[in-house]
């Protein structure tokens, strides 16, 4: 065996079915990458400074600096120089904490919230490659995404996501229907695994 259920096939060549997927994840993430290069934007906007606008904007609110870096899973020199930049080019200002006056809150310019709204336009290119997946297929990977995102999420190898798998109103296989088979107790109504959410603004910790 190599990983949980998956069987090795002695005659078929090249790497482990692991490694298989690592690699075409691996290839998945350049792809999205590059469009986010593709997208910079007016404000040539790194991939990076946009994820940081998008999560400020998803948020809601003002955030820390800290709290940036670990939404991110990035560094903070790296986070600092990018926040210096997206400061400059008058898409995020920060604030006083009225609750810390220590505290630095990093929150959208009206021009930073203009630019989240483009920004959340989803490459043409990648949903239209998306959208021409089998719908089981589809069900299927998000499933198996989501539960990949937690085992790593377990591992501290991904930042914590507001996911269904980790949220206190999911309640899974809950209905005998097998194309919605779960409960959001949030909204009171039940789903399938192709609408399992990543990222969810209702999302609370289990
Ligand atoms: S509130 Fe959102 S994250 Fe939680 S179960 Fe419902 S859809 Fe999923």
Redesign the pocket.
């Known amino acids: 065996m190599c990983g949980r259920g998956v069987k090795l096939v002695a005659d078929v060549p090249g790497m482990p079915p692991t490694g298989q997927l690592l690699v075409g994840l691996a290839r998945l993430g350049q792809a999205v990458r590059m469009e986010a290069w593709r997208n910079a934007g007016p404000h040539h906007l790194s991939p990076l400074q946009a994820d940081i606008i998008l999560l400020l904007h998803g948020r809601g609110g003002a955030l820390r600096q800290g709290e940036i870096v670990t939404a991110l899973a990035s560094t903070p020199p790296t986070v600092s120089d990018a926040v210096k930049v997206l400061r400059k080019k008058e898409l995020v200002d920060a604030g006083r904490d009225p609750g810390d006056a220590r505290v630095m809150l990093l929150g959208l310019t009206p021009a930073g919230h203009d630019e989240a709204a483009r920004l959340a336009i989803q490459s043409e290119k990648l949903t239209d490659a998306v959208s021409a997946l089998d719908p089981a297929d589809f069900a299927a990977m998000l499933r198996g995404m989501t539960h990949l995102m937690r085992e790593l999420q377990d591992r501290r190898a991904i930042p914590v996501s507001?996911?269904?798998?980790?949220?206190?109103?999911?309640?899974p296989q809950a209905h005998a229907d097998p194309l919605r088979p779960?409960?959001?107790?949030?909204?009171d109504a039940p789903?399938g695994d192709a609408?399992?959410?990543v990222?969810?603004?209702?999302?609370?910790p289990a």
């Open positions: 507001q996911m269904c798998l980790t949220c206190r109103f999911f309640v779960h409960h959001c107790d949030f909204v789903f609408e399992l959410r990222t969810c603004p209702d999302h609370d």
